[in-house]
């Protein structure tokens, strides 16, 4: 099964001349490749390892249909907002990303909100806040924020 190594042949193996961990050149070849992997993605040495990590996962924004379910468009905002909590998004960013993010019914009436303040000459919106308003006032109804309300005020 397995070779018994002996004290001294265990030792002579460790720093032999030829073993490739003699005099830490291990050490020095993973160093100099973290460094160079380091410089590649823009790190200096004081970045801290848990940023570099957490940057690499890659989280999936969801979609939105237009679909009449308020409990499925409320998922979508706080699944958005967790995303851009995630990413750091600047204001104008998020409702650019959002708006990719919006297909069938939902891209054309968003399609129309922004015709609409075209064609009285106001300024777009650029404001995550504004537009997450706008598609409440659509696809969330007061009867449904009324019915959570009361389900929170009855927890016991």
Known sequence: MFKRIEPQESFRIRHSKTNKYHKNNHYEQVHSERHQYDYHLGYSKHD???????????????TFDGCHDPWIFDMWIRDMDRFFEWHNLSDNRKVRFAKMKLIGEAKTYWSEIEDCLEMRGKLPIT?????????????LPQSYRNKLLDQWNNLR
């Open 48 to 62: 801290d390892f848990d940023e570099r990590v957490l940057s690499h996962n890659k989280i999936e924004a969801p």
């Open 127 to 139: 404001d995550w806040i504004k537009m997450k308003q706008n598609l409440q006032d659509k696809y």
